[in-house]
């Protein structure tokens, strides 16, 4: 073995060993942020949980901005990989649509207790312009554009009515939940989940065809494929 490759592994393991460290801090942070907000995280607070000195933390991030839009990129990805990419393997259409919503819907469920960081994160950083506030906005923006395209699907598949406003039924889902987090963790409502799920069938009602014709035209593609 050459000298050069001898040198490789102690600094490949040192790299691997960093990027381990790295994910348990982002992890730590992202627990304490659904708590206290992300305004309410530093380099400090984090050491602490994290057992920790300052400066091995601040050697990872460098900054607590840094830190911040770090725990956002990994709260998005954890949203996504829960939330969104598990109803690829439903049926295109309506069945989709049904699924990424109850997807979204027991995801907020869960965050009752402990808070959306897209919500928490929009009243601190509303008024605030900077990479923080930026990264949130992204984030938020994609997830919106998945929730379009797929509308946008169901209404190709003939699941709903051809001229349908696609943005305007975004914005409507997108309100049931910020109803739901409001309703559900601030007023403690009962009735909340139950009120969010009626919310969404209204909405399918007015954007949709009926369900019985949304049920036929699946049929049909079916039987039409499994002729070929």
């Not at 990805?77 to 990424?100: N, S, Y």
Request: one cysteine or more; charged letters at 25%.
């Amino acid at each position: 073995m050459t000298a050069s490759r001898k040198t490789a592994a102690p600094e490949s393991k040192a790299l691997q060993k960093g990027q381990q460290t790295k994910a348990a801090i982002v992890d730590a942070a992202l627990g304490l942020a659904t708590q206290i907000g992300l305004e309410g995280l530093s380099i400090g607070a984090l050491a602490e949980v994290a057992r920790m000195s300052k400066s091995g933390v601040f050697a990872h991030f460098g900054s607590r901005e840094e830190l911040q839009i770090s725990v956002v990129r990994e709260y998005h990805q954890r949203f996504e990989a829960e939330v969104f990419l598990p109803i690829l393997k439903a049926e295109r259409g309506l069945p989709r649509l049904r699924q990424l919503f109850a997807n979204w819907t027991q995801r907020t469920s869960a965050e009752i207790d402990s808070g959306c960081l897209y919500i928490s994160g929009a009243a601190e950083f509303d008024d605030r312009p900077g990479p923080v506030r930026e990264a949130l906005a992204s984030s938020v923006k994609t997830w919106l554009a998945a929730v379009y395209r797929t509308v946008v699907q169901a209404r190709d598949e003939g699941h709903l009515a051809a001229d349908m406003d696609a943005e305007q039924m975004v914005f409507e889902l997108h309100g049931l939940i910020l109803a739901l987090q409001y309703e559900a963790r601030f007023l403690r409502s009962s009735k909340s989940l139950a009120r969010t799920t009626q919310g969404f069938e209204n909405i399918l009602q007015r954007y949709g065809v009926s369900q019985v014709n949304a049920i036929s035209k699946v049929t049909a593609k079916r039987g039409a494929t499994s002729k070929k």
